[in-house]
């Protein structure tokens, strides 16, 4: 037995946890250590630290130099000068700009987003509700997304220039020059209104039925499926004239085969990163289609801030915005490595 290694462990056991005696990494330590994956875990997370802090500072600065304050917004036009006054002192809103930002970023970074300056309730308890309902939301519209364009994408791929491709494209053409809120309205007016309330016009606030998700979750979904099919469909048709599909081709393999088996693997890798790059705009969206829909998710809580000039739950929900858009991102950089071991071992293509 190696006189290194403590009594009663099989030798081999400092190299197996992640320290050697001394200290020292072991070759378990050192292998984590070198793993592409956690490097650019790490790399990502020390960026979203900056990212995030820039993001609180940048909302904190222009909600504060918009008209009005949070006084005036909560007391109503008939508060006389000194009720203003004396709920502007109640609220701190008399200190300096960048003490109460640091106040705020203070507490924040113990735990504690402070409470709504319009209900009193703790910011984080108010987010803690909302958020699993614009979660569900998101979801539930990416998997519509997903669900609509990569067969239809395929279908147009298959032969490009026929009459199912270019009726796709015209409908992905109609589909981007619709506005958000113009599109829901369609959908209110077709499933409440010519389909005698086949899906609820509102939601009933809480968002657990998926009959009250799916008019929101389409009105999210939508123009994002005209927008992958038409990047999905090009780039599967690029895919078709490299030398690995014409091979493929060549050895028998029927067009379809050779898109759905081969082309659509290495497509999705693009198409990964688009979607990574849409979130934040669709985050977005969701404000409109919570608004309009009736649910109670996080998007019609951050109406509801700007409102009344809530400052810390605004605050609150931007951080919680902004967190998921960067661990989102995070996510998308790892699944590269699923679907490319190139990439997941830190090779080049060639």
């Known amino acids: 037995m190696s006189a290194s290694v403590p009594l009663g462990q ?6 197996r946890t992640g320290t050697e005696p001394g200290g020292r990494p072991g070759a378990y330590g050192r292998r984590l250590a070198r793993s592409p994956t956690l490097r650019v875990a790490g790399r990502r997370i020390l960026i979203a630290i ?5 993001v609180t500072l940048l909302t904190f600065v222009i909600e504060n130099a918009l008209p009005g304050d949070a006084a005036t917004a909560l007391l109503g036009a008939n508060a006389t000068p000194a009720e203003i006054r004396a709920e502007t002192i109640k609220l701190h809103l008399n200190q300096p700009l960048l003490q109460r930002y640091w106040d705020w970023l203070w507490a924040a970074l113990h735990g504690n987003l402070g409470n709504s300056l319009y209900s009193g309730e703790p910011v984080g308890g108010i987010i803690a509700q909302r958020v699993p309902v614009t979660l569900d939301l998101v979801i539930y519209a990416l998997v ?5 364009s990569v067969p239809l994408a395929v279908l147009c791929a298959r032969r490009p220039g026929g009459v199912i491709d270019r009726v796709i494209m015209a409908l992905c053409m109609a589909g981007l020059s619709v506005a958000p809120i113009v599109l829901a309205l369609m959908l209110l007016q077709v499933f409440s209104g010519y389909l005698h309330n086949l899906l609820p016009a509102l939601a009933s606030g809480t968002g657990n039925d998926i009959r009250d998700l799916t008019m929101p979750a389409l009105t999210l979904a939508l123009p994002l499926a005209a927008f992958y099919i038409r990047f999905l469909r090009a780039d599967l048709i690029e895919q078709m004239s490299e030398e690995y599909t014409v091979t493929a081709l060549a050895k028998g393999l029927s067009r379809w085969q050779v898109l759905t088996r081969h ?5 999705f890798i693009g198409l990964l990163t688009v979607i990574g790059l849409n979130l934040a705009t669709l985050i977005g969206v969701t404000v409109i289609a919570e608004s309009i829909f009736g649910l109670a998710g996080i998007g019609n809580e951050l109406l509801q801030a700007i409102q009344h000039r ?14 998921f858009v960067v661990l989102v991102n995070l996510g998308t950089d790892l699944l590269y490595g699923v679907l490319d071991p190139r990439i997941r071992h830190g090779r080049s293509g060639s």
């Open 144 to 148: 519509l997304t997903l669900v609509i």
């Open 263 to 267: 082309a659509l693997r290495n497509s």
């Open 310 to 323: 809530d400052v810390p739950l605004l605050e609150g929900i931007v951080l919680v915005f902004a967190g």
């Open 50 to 54: 900056p990212v995030l802090w820039g």
């Open 10 to 15: 099989p030798d081999g056991f400092a190299g």
